[in-house]
């Protein structure tokens, strides 16, 4: 995704691709059943987990599901690290926003800012960002989180948790 003036000019502090979905690879064995299972679930449900062991397809599978709902929902990619904290990930999730023009009342850098302080502070933040995602026009919006099974911080669990439970309902 191209980046906006703003995002690329405060060169991120983490590799793009981290926010990009990688390419659909040719070739791959076809789950129709499984793959409508998956459309349908993101366009409805709050929550998807995908979970297989490692090299069962889980990334590509998800790349299949952005191929196939092109049109239908707008996705925020974010690929997580082991080292990842909850302000890298945060940083991450404001840059993959971008594409989708969010109507940012706060700053993305300064919600960042904010989030190292108090756990107070990091609620604030979560709040911010959930108004964002309510004002956004998109019709049916995902954020994916890649390879969540490396997550080692448990602070991250609890931004995304504090993230789940009040989604707006155009969100998932």
Not at 54 to 64: D, V, Y
Not at 120 to 137: F, Q, Y
């Amino acid at each position: 995704y191209p980046l906006p003036f703003r995002l690329a000019m405060a060169s991120p502090s983490f590799a793009l691709t981290k926010i990009q979905a990688p390419r659909p690879r040719a070739g791959l064995l076809r789950r129709e059943s499984l793959e409508q299972r998956m459309v349908d679930a993101a366009l409805a449900k709050r929550l998807v987990l995908l979970a297989a062991p490692a090299g069962f397809g889980k990334t590509a599978a998800l790349t299949g599901l952005i191929s196939r709902l092109a049109g239908r929902a707008s996705v925020a990619w974010v690929a997580v690290d082991s080292g990842d904290d909850p302000l890298g990930l945060l940083a991450c999730l404001c840059a993959a926003l971008e594409p989708l023009d969010p109507p940012w009342r706060t700053d993305p850098q300064a919600l960042v800012a904010m989030a190292g302080g108090s756990r107070s502070d990091r609620r604030a933040v979560t709040s911010e960002l959930l108004n964002t995602l309510a004002a956004c026009e998109v019709g049916r919006g995902l954020i994916v989180v890649d390879d969540a099974h490396r997550i080692r911080d448990p602070a991250v669990f609890e931004f995304l948790d504090l993230l789940l439970e009040r989604l707006p309902p155009q969100w998932g």
